[in-house]
């Protein structure tokens, strides 16, 4: 990639942070960079945009309140909020260009397959998202002319103080040029160039006050924006479940097709292959039973490959050691077949639930799987323990590090399973080394309890 080619994230994480740069570069940015362009543009939008979300609002909502005792009185007040959620759209538009900031649109009214006006007017009445866009339209004027004189004022004055160097000889206050403190020309009168230079370095200060003031008051924006015109903490969770969902149903589904594909080019083939090997051994057992007999041996050697092969499987399905014992003797059992010396400490009171258990056992598998095959570690460790209402786990190497969870990798198929049960991922692997991987599962009691 070009050093030109930065993605917008991380420029705008750049403008936040000020980070790399110098206290003047960052002062400047303050005052007229790009995020407090952007920012006073919002700002200065504010006015025009709430004034005639409140002015609709207001009449819209009090015309169909009134006409309520009549049949048109319902669909108007829908027609009213549903149109203030379309305004809604408008405004998470302006503040993802303004103010960069991203706030997930409403789910859909109607579910698939429902038609009709009742059941049209029944969901927008029952919408949060509608409710809270019309709060927004009536709540948002008052902050918006806030802002919007603030801006007005603070730029300015701010403005005017520091180009007041370029302009001052042209003021005329009984015939002495420049600003007169007391309005009437006489008293204090900045009327020449080392004063000028002074009220410029007030506007400078000013302009730099104001860049910070329209800053915090685009934070009260994105508070508003993302409160009201974003979905509610239940819409998120439901969110959250229906993709966590999805991720076990493509996970569970990945996994049968992997199992079938394994019963099909593995163990059935061979057990094809020794049907047909005892089928022509049973032929030549009367003509040629030296041949019949090392036909059988091959069969035999047949066998034992297949059997190896379904033990494989059902280890991978679920390994018996782990639902008779438990985690540590299971992973105990999966740090014997690394490549490197694996120490394993599993300090549980007690065994976590099935589904828990599993989920831990797999990912513990596959990341030293990772260890084996990548890292070119010369060690490694698991340590487990239980940390309140968490399952906390920590698989660490001292190979050369940079896994990276973002590229695509089995790290990221580990992520979005945990994820799926509400729990957390965190990769650290730098150049060089040392890899640590450390998860936090949630804990939920087994109804049988027995020894970790």
């Keep these: 990639m070009s050093s030109t080619a930065v993605p917008r994230e991380a420029r705008d994480a750049g403008e936040r942070s000020g980070s790399g740069r110098s206290p003047w570069s960052s002062a400047v940015s303050v005052m007229v960079g790009p995020r407090t362009l952007r920012e006073c543009l919002y700002a200065l939008l504010n006015l025009p945009m709430a004034l005639f979300a409140f002015c609709f609002a207001v009449t819209a909502l009090s015309t169909s309140a009134g006409l309520l005792i009549t049949f048109v009185g319902l669909p108007l007040l829908c027609l009213t909020l549903i149109s203030l959620r379309a305004f809604g759209y408008v405004e998470r538009a302006r503040a993802h260009w303004l103010l960069r900031l991203p706030v997930p649109g409403p789910r859909p009214l109607l579910a698939k397959g429902r038609r009709g006006l009742m059941e049209w007017m029944s969901a927008v009445l029952r919408s949060g998202e509608c409710w809270r866009s019309t709060g927004y339209a009536l709540l948002h004027l008052p902050w918006a002319l806030f802002t919007f004189t603030m801006v007005v004022v603070m730029w300015s004055l701010a403005w005017s103080g520091l180009l007041y160097p370029l302009y001052f000889w042209m003021l005329d206050q009984r015939d002495r040029p420049g600003i007169s403190v007391d ?215 001292d190979g050369r590090g940079g896994a990276d969870p973002g590229a695509g990798s089995g790290l990221a198929g580990l992520t979005e399973r945990i994820a799926a049960v509400d729990g957390a991922l965190a990769v650290s692997s730098p150049a060089g080394g040392p890899t640590t991987v450390t998860a936090a599962l949630p804990w939920r009691d087994r109804p049988g309890r027995g020894a970790a």
């Design 183 to 397: 309005g009437t020309g006489g008293g204090l009168v900045w009327d020449t160039l080392p004063e000028a230079l002074l009220v410029s370095l007030a506007g400078l200060l000013l302009l730099y006050l104001s860049g910070w003031l329209i800053r915090g008051m685009a934070m009260v924006d994105r508070l508003m924006v993302g409160g009201l015109l974003g979905p509610s903490a239940a819409e998120t969770r439901v969110q959250e479940l229906e993709s966590n969902r999805s991720v076990v149903v493509d996970a569970s589904a990945a996994d049968l097709r992997r199992i079938e594909r394994d019963l099909h080019d593995g163990a059935q083939a061979r057990l094809v292959a020794l049907a047909m090997g005892l089928g022509l051994a049973k032929e030549k057992l009367a003509e040629d039973p030296e041949a019949a007999a090392r036909m059988v041996d091959e069969a035999h050697g047949e066998v034992k490959l297949a059997l190896q092969e379904l033990r494989d499987l059902a280890r991978g399905i679920h390994p018996a050691i782990l639902t008779d014992r438990g985690l540590g003797p299971a992973l105990s059992a999966v740090a014997s077949r690394c490549t490197v010396p694996v120490a394993v400490d599993v300090d549980l009171p007690e065994r976590p639930a099935e589904a828990i258990e599993g989920i831990t056992y797999f990912m513990v598998s596959e990341l030293l799987q990772n260890v084996s095959k990548h890292s070119r570690a010369r060690s490694a460790s698991v340590d487990i323990w239980r940390t309140g209402d968490r399952l906390m786990v920590l698989v660490s190497d």
